[in-house]
């Protein structure tokens, strides 16, 4: 099985900066696509970044040029910094990656179970 422990949530000031840090383990042979997906409550879980093993990146509107994600495939991590946070940014932070498995023949889809990021004064 692939566990994803996700750190590094906490409450921010608007402006602020924050860095959000998920760590992959357990039987992987190898780690595609990882992302940072996000849930406020009473609306849907959406994308906000995700990173191919190649590097290539891809970001939702609200929050190019604020937020970077990057990842070390060598330590199976994935990272987002966020800057210049904004009250609608708060939400549930969810770590995500299609990782196959050694028992595995195709990849899958493991989730985080959460970490808070609250934006307010």
């Known amino acids: 099985q692939v566990q994803l422990v996700e750190s590094g949530g906490g409450l921010v000031q608007p402006g602020g900066s924050l860095r959000l840090s998920c760590a992959a383990s357990?039987?992987?042979?190898?780690?595609?696509?990882m992302g940072w997906y996000r849930q406020a409550p009473g609306k849907q879980r959406e994308l906000v970044a995700r990173?191919?093993?190649?590097?290539?990146?891809d970001y939702a509107d609200s929050v190019k040029g604020r937020f970077t994600i990057s990842r070390d495939n060598a330590k199976n991590t994935v990272s987002l910094r966020m800057n210049s946070l904004k009250a609608e940014d708060t939400a549930v932070y969810y770590c995500?990656?299609?990782?196959?498995?050694?028992?595995?023949?195709?990849?899958?889809?493991?989730w985080g179970q959460g970490t808070q990021v609250t934006v307010s004064s």
């Open positions: 995500n990656a299609h990782v196959r498995t050694l028992a595995a023949g195709t990849a899958k889809s493991y």
């Open positions: 357990g039987s992987i042979f190898s780690i595609y696509a």
């Open positions: 990173i191919t093993s190649g590097g290539s990146t």
